[in-house]
């Protein structure tokens, strides 16, 4: 079974149906996953977000983030010097740098939306 990892912007369109969902579900299929420890708060903030927008979803929103609990994701801890230097040098934030650290650790891809972090996390692996 292949291994991924996937970062918060990908989980947030699966896990709060968001249009991207059917594109994430395809790069995950069959796929082990893995992401930061960091993945549970970034995922509440993005509930957090969704939920002073939608006021009126509330109760959809937090049943999605606790389902999101059911998903297989093996959460690893990540190096904070190693992440802070993998930030620094490749222009982008110690959360991103999390992820893209985790990916390069373990030679695996990311699964992102994240334009930037695509584009970064590409031009370290080679397009891989």
């Known amino acids: 079974m292949p291994v991924k990892v996937i970062d918060v912007s990908a989980l947030a369109a699966l896990v709060f149906n968001e249009p991207e969902q059917s594109e994430v579900a395809e790069q ?10 960091l993945i549970d708060y970034e ?7 969704k939920l002073r927008r939608y006021s009126r979803q509330r109760d959809a929103l937090l049943a ?7 998903m297989d994701i093996k959460q690893v801890r990540v190096d904070p010097a190693e992440v802070a230097v993998l930030a620094d040098e490749a222009g982008v934030t110690a959360y991103d740098a999390a ?13 992102t939306l994240d334009q ?3 584009r970064v996390a590409a031009s370290l692996t080679g397009g891989k």
């Open 43 to 49: 995922l509440a903030s993005v509930c957090l977000k």
């Open 28 to 37: 995950i299929r069959g796929a082990s996953l893995l992401a930061p420890t």
């Open 64 to 70: 999605a983030l606790a389902l999101a609990k059911r």
């Open 99 to 111: 992820y893209l650290w985790l990916s390069l650790a373990h030679r695996v891809p990311l699964i």
């Open 116 to 118: 930037k972090l695509g």
